[in-house]
């Protein structure tokens, strides 16, 4: 079971950059991970993804402005968000999906999410 813990969220100004964090409890690089985010009244939605080779995926709204990583000595992933826009205003979920170890049970984890408000 690998516990996901997600941070940096606040407040911000449009234009503005924020870098979120997820501290995981197992062996991030063993797993594919990624970002979602859950505006009000909307659905949750994909927002990067990184795989355990290194590729990654981006959301067309959010190309060119987050930046998705993790540094693996310290399991924990980040996004790194630049010009900000108020729309992208959401709680911000990481994820992670795969298997810690050879016999272990496929997993599909979350965070709690954290609050990103942009805002004037």
């Known amino acids: 079971q690998v516990q996901l813990v997600e941070s940096g969220g606040g407040l911000v100004q449009p234009g503005g950059s924020l870098r979120l964090s997820c501290a995981a409890s197992?062996?991030?690089?063993?797993?594919?991970v990624g970002w979602y985010r859950q505006a009000p009244g909307k659905e949750r939605e994909f927002v990067a993804a990184?795989?355990?080779?290194?590729?990654?995926n981006y959301a067309d709204s959010v190309k060119g402005r987050f930046t998705i990583s993790r540094d693996n000595p310290k399991n924990t992933v980040y996004l790194q968000m630049n010009s900000l826009r108020p729309e992208d205003t959401a709680v911000y979920y990481c994820?992670?999906?795969?298997?810690?170890?050879?016999?272990?049970?496929?997993?599909?984890?979350w965070g709690q999410g954290t609050l990103v408000t942009v805002s004037s």
């Open positions: 994820n992670a999906k795969g298997r810690e170890y050879w016999n272990s049970p496929y997993g599909d984890y």
């Open positions: 197992g062996i991030i690089s063993r797993l594919n």
């Open positions: 990184l795989s355990t080779g290194g590729s990654t």
